[in-house]
C-alpha cells in the first residue's frame, strides 16, 4: 500500500465519520460544521484524483458559500437551541437504515462491473489545472456555460421574490 | 488507479445522504444531506475524470452551479414556509397530506 492510498483512505475514512455526524447530531449548527469537515475533506480527495482546480472550488463555492448560506438560515431561524431529537423514531431508523443499506449494497455491485476495456486514457500531464479544465469549458461546453448563468440568474430572481416579506 | 476506492467512498457517502433525509425531520438538515448526495456525486465524477478525461470536471462545475442555485432556491422556500408555520419541522407541514 503507498503513501497516496493510505492518505485517500484518511480523508476517506474522515469525510465518511464526519458525513456520520452530519446526519446524526441533534443541533442543526452541529450538523451544518460537521458537513462542513466533509466537504473539506473530499477537497483533499479531488486533489488526490487530479483535480486541483476543483479541489479549490469545493473550499470555496461549497465549504465557503453555501454552507454559510445555511447557518444564515439556521441563525436566522434561530434553530440552534437545543430541542428535542428531530430524528424519527425506532420504526423509522430500521426503515431508513434499511432503504440506505439496500441501496449501499446496489451501489457496491455497480462498482464491480468495471470499465469497459481499453477505457482507460491515461490523462495529460497536468490535467486537473486551469488551463486544461478552462478551454473545454470555453469551447466544447460554452452553450451549457452560458445556459448556466441564466440558471443563475433565475435562481437569484426566485429567491429574491420567495424571501420578499409579503408573497 | 483510485478510481475504486474513490467509487466506494462516494456511494458511502451518498447512501449516508440518503439515510440523512430519510431519518431527520428537520427541512435544513434534510436541505444539507441533499447536499452531501450531490458531493458523492461530484466525487464520482472527478474519478471517471482522472480515467477518461476532463469531462468529467466539466460536469462537476455545472453541478456546483446548480447545487449553488438550489441552496439559495431552497433555503428561500424553507424561509417561506417558517413565516407561515413557524415552524421547520417536516411532521408539522402536512397541508398536501389526504
Known amino acids: ?167 | 488507479m483510485l478510481l475504486e476506492p474513490a467509487l466506494t467512498v462516494s456511494g458511502v457517502l451518498f447512501a449516508l445522504g440518503v439515510l440523512g433525509v430519510l431519518l431527520r425531520r428537520n427541512a435544513i438538515v434534510i436541505f444539507m444531506c441533499v447536499e452531501l448526495m450531490l458531493n458523492a456525486a461530484n466525487l464520482a465524477f472527478v474519478a471517471f475524470a482522472q480515467q477518461l478525461g476532463v469531462a468529467g470536471q466539466i460536469f462537476v462545475f455545472f453541478v456546483m452551479a446548480v447545487a449553488a442555485a438550489e441552496a439559495a432556491v431552497g433555503l428561500a422556500i424553507i424561509l417561506a414556509v417558517y413565516r407561515h408555520r413557524r415552524t421547520v419541522d417536516l411532521q408539522n407541514i402536512n397541508l398536501l397530506k389526504g
Not at chain 1, 487530479?50 to 465557503?64: H, P, S
Not at chain 1, 478552462?134 to 437569484?156: D, G
Open chain 1, 1 to 167: 500500500m503507498d503513501g497516496t492510498l493510505i492518505i485517500f483512505w484518511a480523508f476517506a475514512g474522515l469525510a465518511v465519520l464526519s458525513g456520520l455526524a452530519c446526519i446524526t447530531r441533534r443541533s442543526p449548527v452541529a450538523s451544518a460544521l460537521w458537513l462542513v469537515v466533509t466537504l473539506f475533506a473530499l477537497a483533499a480527495l479531488f486533489v488526490l484524483l487530479d483535480a486541483q482546480f476543483i479541489a479549490v472550488l469545493q473550499v470555496l463555492v461549497y465549504a465557503g458559500a453555501i454552507m454559510v448560506l445555511f447557518l444564515f438560515v439556521i441563525m436566522l431561524l434561530n434553530l440552534g437551541r437545543a430541542g428535542p431529537t428531530d430524528l424519527k423514531g425506532p420504526l423509522g431508523l430500521g426503515v431508513g437504515v434499511f432503504l440506505a443499506g439496500l441501496l449501499l449494497m446496489q451501489l457496491l455491485v455497480l462498482r464491480q462491473a468495471g470499465l469497459a476495456p481499453g477505457g482507460t486514457v491515461r490523462p495529460p500531464l497536468g490535467q486537473g489545472m486551469i488551463p486544461s479544465v478552462a478551454r473545454p469549458l470555453f469551447t466544447v461546453y460554452l452553450v451549457p456555460f452560458e445556459i448556466t448563468s441564466i440558471l443563475l440568474l433565475a435562481a437569484i430572481v426566485g429567491a429574491v421574490v420567495l424571501a420578499k416579506r409579503k408573497l
